[in-house]
C-alpha cells in the first residue's frame, strides 16, 4: 500500500511564497515522474509542474518564471515552492507520483488527498 500525503497549504497573501511538501510512503521499489496539480472551484484539474527521476522539469504556462519543482529521490518527496502568488492560484493542489512497489512491477499512478491554497488580501 502506497500513500501520499501533502502539507504546506494554507492562507497567503498575494505576492507571497508557498512551499508545498508531498510525501510517500508504504511499499515502494522506485519512484517515477513526480508532479503537482491544482484544481480550482467549477474547473478542471491541471498540472502545475512535474519533475522526472532524473531531475528534468516541467512547467505550466501560467507558473512558469514563479514555480520551482525539486525532489529528494531518497525520502520520496516531492516539493513545489511558489513565488509572487496571485489569487488565480487559489485551488486544491493534489500531489501525483508513477509508483513502481516492486521489481516486477508495472508501477501506476498515486494521488495525494489534497491540500488548499487560497491567496487573498
Known amino acids: 500500500q502506497v500513500q501520499l500525503v501533502e502539507s504546506g497549504g494554507g492562507l497567503v497573501q498575494p505576492g507571497e511564497t508557498l512551499r508545498l511538501s508531498c510525501a510517500a510512503s508504504?511499499?515502494?521499489?522506485?519512484?517515477?515522474?513526480m508532479g503537482w496539480y491544482r484544481q480550482a472551484p467549477g474547473k478542471q484539474r491541471e498540472l502545475v509542474a512535474a519533475i522526472s527521476s532524473a531531475g528534468s522539469t516541467m512547467y505550466a504556462d501560467a507558473v512558469k518564471g514563479r514555480a520551482t519543482i525539486s525532489r529528494n529521490n531518497a525520502k520520496n518527496t516531492v516539493y513545489l515552492q511558489m513565488n509572487s502568488l496571485k489569487p488565480e492560484d487559489t485551488a486544491v493542489y493534489y500531489c501525483n507520483a508513477y509508483i513502481f512497489a516492486s521489481p516486477d512491477d508495472r508501477g501506476r499512478d498515486y494521488w495525494g488527498q489534497g491540500t488548499q491554497v487560497t491567496v487573498s488580501s
Open positions: 508504504g511499499s515502494i521499489f522506485t519512484t517515477s515522474a
